[in-house]
Nanobody, 126 residues
Framework: QVQLVESGGGSVQAGGSLRLSCEVSEYTYSSNCIGWFRQAPGKEREGVAVIYTGTGKSWIGGSVKGRFTISQDNAKNTVSLQMNSLVPEDTAMYYC???????????????????WGQGTQVTVSS
């Protein structure tokens, strides 16, 4: 069973923070690339952050670098995205995804990810 379930989305004022969580099935979680992507209406899906759960190595997208952090909790099979200093441009549907093919190195591109969650909405007001 390959499942990813996002939670933690909501509405926040600019400058605020939110923490998103992705609960991943054990098989998908173990030693795989787990990433966060976002998509605003009329725009392409954009990579936000990804972590290789085998080592904890992470990569952060340039548009959110310095503001967002990705982390993992092996006991809970969960990958989280801490979002600070939010701006209206961060408003989007946020998706959790898994790449079960690559090892040790991850790519923050949607084409490399095999499985996707349903998404959670993040809205940032000015």
């Amino acid at each position: 069973q390959v499942q990813l379930v996002e939670s933690g989305g909501g509405s926040v004022q600019a400058g605020g923070s939110l923490r998103l969580s992705c609960e991943v099935s054990e098989y998908t979680y173990s030693s795989n690339c787990i990433g966060w992507f976002r998509q605003a209406p009329g725009k392409e899906r954009e990579g936000v952050a990804v972590i290789y759960t085998g080592t904890g190595k992470s990569w952060i997208g340039g548009s959110v670098k310095g503001r967002f952090t990705i982390s993992q909790d092996n006991a809970k099979n969960t990958v989280s995205l801490q979002m600070n200093s939010l701006v209206p441009e961060d408003t989007a549907m946020y998706y959790c995804a898994a790449d079960v093919t690559r090892r040790d190195y991850c790519y923050l591109l949607p084409r490399y990810f095999n499985y996707w969650g349903q998404g959670t909405q993040v809205t940032v007001s000015s």
